[in-house]
């Protein structure tokens, strides 16, 4: 992944959409739903990917090289891997839109990290990526904003 941003967008077949449209909703607006998933990946970005070093999304991170290892434990002792002073973890954040979220980090040197581009130095440690797991997650969570609002509507 060359950028630096995860985007979920949705879409329906005619069924889908006509069995919204019966329980008066359109497949034109889903932003809670996004929000939902918006809000779900955020935080699994910021804290269990870091807690399991990219392991939860298929990508472990490497280990610190053993001189930056060093340099490290002695000016941010106790620090993990890809944290020192936290921005970079704090940093996520998300866009909602009716069919689509967007989920970002403003941290300069998020990209660096992130980027899959050729690299000599700084090794390749993803923060952001979907896997099935994370797949089956935005559909569970896409699947309880749609039941709840179609229970909401007095649909079934």
Do not use: C
Request: charged share 25%.
């Amino acid at each position: 992944m060359a950028g630096s941003v995860v985007r979920v967008k949705i879409s329906g077949d005619k069924d889908v959409v006509k069995m919204l449209n019966d329980v008066g909703l359109e497949l034109k607006d889903m932003q809670l739903a996004m929000k939902d998933v918006g809000k779900y990946l955020k935080g699994l970005y910021s804290g269990e990917v870091f807690a399991s070093r990219g392991g939860i999304i298929g990508e472990s991170w490497p280990r610190l090289s053993t001189k930056y290892a060093a340099w490290k434990a002695k000016r941010f002792p106790g620090r993990p891997v890809l944290v020192r002073t936290g921005l970079m973890q704090r940093s996520f954040s998300y866009a909602a839109q009716p069919l689509q979220v967007e989920i970002s980090n403003k941290a300069a040197h998020f990209r660096y990290h992130q980027s899959d581009e050729p690299r000599t130095i700084m090794p390749y440690r993803p923060m952001m990526k979907v896997e099935d797991a994370q797949y089956n997650e935005i559909v569970k969570t896409i699947n309880a904003r749609l039941e709840a609002t179609i229970k909401a509507k007095g649909g079934i």
